[in-house]
Structure formats: structure tokens, C-alpha cells
């Protein structure tokens, strides 16, 4: 399986999400840290992309775990791993093409995965990672817009360390 890095956008996060969607493929938009004597923050993560249907979400993975994979028909994720540092792999089925990156303190951003990708996570490192997270449509446990199979379920995908 060849593994991909998910394209680079720079500049509007509503243009990248845009792309991302009509192009079926992850992307992703670096930021800044506005760092001054008082520490530092990360400003304007989602700024017009969302909506009222949408959700706010916060997650804490442990060293060691992997959460994959699954799949949305509808919802477009948008990842911005705050604490620590996560691998996320993205596959898409249809075309047996595959991205992975890793997101966190040190590699700040937003990764939008548009439907209907597969992703997951696994944690990098010693440490715990936090998972600040935008869906575009809010779960509804009647109705969930999610499709789930194993961490294996697409063999080649590389969760562990790649050594190099």
C-alpha cells in the first residue's frame, strides 16, 4: 500500500473544505502559534465553516491506542489534535489510496476529512493526545452517520512507528 501525505492548503480553511469535498481527498491547513510574554494560543481554527448543524467534540486517546477505522456518508471531520501527538490515516475504498500524517504540539493545524473517507488515529509517543474536533452534522444516536471495521481492516497501513 502506498501512504500519502494529505495536501497542503494554505490561507481560508472555507476554500480548503471546499476543495476537499469536491475532491474527495484530506487536507491540510497549518497554522501559526501567536505566541507573546503570557504564552501562546492557536486563534481562528474554524472560522466560517461552521454551522448550525454541526458539533463540537474533544476527545483524549491514550498511549498506545488505536481508533480505527470508520467512515462517514454525510459529515466532513475537521481534526486539531491540541496536546500531544497523533497519526491519522485516511483511505479512501474506492480508489485504494491512502494518506497519513501526524498532527499535534509540534505540527499544529486542521485536518479536514471529507465523506466518505475512512480514518482513524493512533497515539504518538508516551504521552496522551487531545483530539479537538468539528463534524458537520451532529451525532444522532437514532440515526449515527458512521460505518466502523477493524484497525487491520485495510492491510499495509502503517500505525506503528515507520522507521526510517
Known amino acids: 500500500m502506498q501512504i500519502l501525505s494529505p495536501q497542503r492548503a494554505e490561507g481560508d480553511i472555507r476554500q480548503a473544505y471546499e476543495s476537499a469535498r469536491s475532491n474527495r481527498t484530506p487536507l491540510f491547513v497549518p497554522t501559526a502559534h501567536y505566541a507573546d510574554d503570557r504564552g501562546w494560543s492557536l486563534m481562528n481554527q474554524l472560522q466560517g465553516v461552521l454551522s448550525p448543524e454541526g458539533q463540537v467534540n474533544f ?17 466532513t471531520d475537521f481534526w486539531i489534535c491540541l ?8 483511505y479512501d ?16 493545524g486542521t485536518l479536514i476529512i471529507p465523506p466518505p473517507l475512512w480514518h482513524g488515529a493512533a497515539t504518538v509517543g508516551d504521552a496522551q493526545a487531545g483530539l479537538l474536533y ?11 452517520d458512521e460505518e466502523r471495521t477493524d484497525p487491520d481492516a485495510f492491510p499495509g497501513f502503517p500505525w506503528g512507528v515507520e522507521h526510517r
Open 83 to 90: 496536546t500531544g501527538h497523533i497519526k491519522v490515516g485516511v
Open 93 to 108: 475504498q474506492d480508489s485504494s489510496t491512502a494518506w497519513s500524517i501526524v498532527l499535534g504540539e509540534k505540527r499544529p
Open 134 to 144: 468539528y463534524v458537520t452534522k451532529a451525532y444522532d444516536p437514532a440515526n449515527p
Open 59 to 75: 476527545s483524549v486517546q491514550y498511549p498506545g491506542v488505536v481508533k480505527a477505522w470508520h467512515r462517514h456518508e454525510h459529515q
